[in-house]
């Protein structure tokens, strides 16, 4: 017995120093990976000043009428992933795409993740470039941000578009998110590991290969980040927050919400109740996945112009 217990821990202790020796390895290849893919980052949008930090703005199109864009959580490089939704706006509109601190290439900061802070530093960087006249429109957690942002900007905005937008009463919200391992994950290189066999999630759709290679090595760049973290760590309190909010009644809201959402329960109904709350509300379902602007964004500019219009005739 004692031969057999002595073999089994030789076995175990092998099997544990394989693994160490595995993690140790994928931690430097990756810390090596990650210095060497720092230099193949291009940049792109321009710099705007943000309580001492840079905030990226990318800005196209010269249309008299201006649309906002703001990211769902975790998009990498939100400038680089709404390209087939910046192709439909910008032959008609000027656009102009935020990345917030921890997305896409602007700086990362130590500021808590709370709603108040976020919609501060968007709108401190849209002041900056004058921008004082525009559409609102955010995909996913965009929308519980746009809650508080369009009750203090009121003035600013001309519409609210939801891009299948978070909605602060989703079941799943108290739901406690694994951040400390996640960040182990990323730090010992088993992320990369998983984004290598994932294959490639752009596959299909209208990106072309230098696109999505840089959205791909800011996503390893950006994922897991403090700031990515603290978010995530907010996620409760930020939609808590939100359910004592609503869009103000004269702001006209358009959401596009997934048709057939199977993850939460009650999707569609939960928008129906949103835009049933303001004096000019649509809901428009689309046969799409979440990320709905990859490839319906035809679909969506033509919507929003029509919506657009039929306001600017009741408002005569």
Do not use: C
């Amino acid at each position: 017995m004692r031969k057999f217990l002595k073999i089994v821990g030789k076995v175990i202790a092998a099997l544990v120093a394989v693994v160490i020796a595995t993690l140790a390895t994928t931690t430097i290849v990756n810390a090596s990976a990650s210095r060497s893919e720092a230099g193949k980052i291009k940049s792109y949008g321009q710099r705007v000043s943000v309580d001492g930090k840079n905030m990226n703005v990318l800005i196209q199109g010269e249309g008299a009428e201006t649309v906002v864009l703001l990211p769902g959580f975790g998009t990498a490089a939100p400038a680089l992933d709404f390209t087939p939704l910046i192709a439909e706006l910008a032959p008609h509109y000027r656009v102009v795409v935020v990345e917030p601190f921890g997305y896409g290439l602007s700086d990362t900061t130590d500021k808590a993740r709370t709603t108040q802070n976020i919609t501060t530093e968007i709108h401190t960087a849209l002041a900056d470039l004058n921008i004082d006249r525009y559409a609102l429109m955010g995909h996913s957690i965009a929308g519980i941000y746009a809650l508080d942002y369009a009750n203090r900007y009121r003035g600013e905005l001309t519409s609210f578009v939801g891009i299948d937008s978070s909605v602060p009463t989703q079941p799943g919200i108290d739901e406690a998110l694994p951040v400390a391992a996640m960040k182990a994950a990323k730090n010992l290189g088993l992320t990369r590991i998983l984004a290598a066999v994932a294959g490639d999630p752009y596959a299909g759709l209208p990106y072309d290969d230098d696109t999505k290679e840089q959205m791909k090595l800011l996503s390893l760049k950006n994922s897991m980040s403090a700031t990515y973290s603290n978010e995530m760590e907010h996620f409760t309190t930020n939609f808590v927050a939100g359910q004592a909010q609503s869009f103000p009644r004269d702001l006209p809201v358009l959401e596009f919400a997934q048709k057939n959402n199977t993850d939460v329960e009650g999707w569609l109904a939960l928008h129906e109740e949103q835009v049933a709350s303001v004096d000019n509300g649509e809901l428009v379902q689309l046969d799409a996945t979440h990320y709905l602007h990859h490839a319906k964004s035809k679909e969506i500019v033509e919507n929003f112009t029509r919506f657009m219009a039929s306001v600017s005739e009741n408002q005569k």
